[in-house]
């Protein structure tokens, strides 16, 4: 793991919007976000020009300091100086992740939907977003999780910073707050579904 994030949480975002670049409708709400808000870039089809494809929007996020986070690929993390890695769960490199080559103060962020993935993401992330907490416009056939599970999962990783993602927006976020999360991270939340 990547020095203790606790030390730095005064630089963390407590909000994040989960960005793919191919979607248009996400394009207005890319560029009107405050540099208060962080941005993970993610493609569903993790086609291999992706990192090229967002030079643009890594540009736009450096030149108004937003913090991002490059996914799938140390060497893009590292080339643009990325807030952070992120990668998913079953990410078939994730046990090469501590040794890589990040830039410094580098995070290692990833999604967890069960205390499976939460054993293997332990040994690597530094930031965790617990998901899906509620139910989502994204992904509206996927159950969100119990209370139980929740709170299971935030006492697991209560040396990481957890965050909560899959439905999650300003009002909500209240009532899981309380379960140790420091934010939350999502897309219908920034567009204001």
């Not at 560029?31 to 090229?52: A, E, M």
């Not at 439905?167 to 976020?173: A, S």
């Not at 379960?179 to 939340?189: A, D, E, K, Q, V």
Request: proline residues 5%; charged residues 20%.
């Amino acid at each position: 793991m990547h020095q203790n994030n606790k030390n730095q949480k005064s630089d963390l975002p407590k909000r994040w919007f989960f960005f793919n670049p191919t979607i248009d409708l996400n394009h207005r709400v890319f560029y009107n976000l405050s540099n208060k808000i962080g941005v993970v870039f993610f493609n569903t089809d993790r086609n291999q020009n992706f990192h090229i494809k967002i030079q643009p929007f890594v540009q736009w996020c450096n030149k108004k300091q937003i913090k991002f986070m490059i996914p799938y690929s140390s060497f893009w993390a590292y080339r643009n100086s990325a807030y952070g890695f992120f990668t998913d769960s079953n990410y078939s490199q994730n046990f090469k992740l501590p040794n890589l080559k990040l830039p410094k103060k580098a995070f290692v962020a990833t999604k967890v939907h069960s205390l499976k993935e939460a054993r293997a993401a332990i040994k690597y992330a530094d930031i965790i977003f617990i998901t899906p907490i509620f139910k989502t416009l994204s992904h509206p056939k996927q159950t969100p999780m119990s209370r139980d599970i929740l709170i299971k999962l935030c006492l697991f990783f209560k040396e990481q910073m957890i965050f909560g993602l899959g439905g999650v927006n300003e009002y909500n976020f209240k009532f899981v707050k309380k379960y140790n999360l420091y934010g939350f991270g999502g897309i219908s939340n920034f567009r204001g579904e």
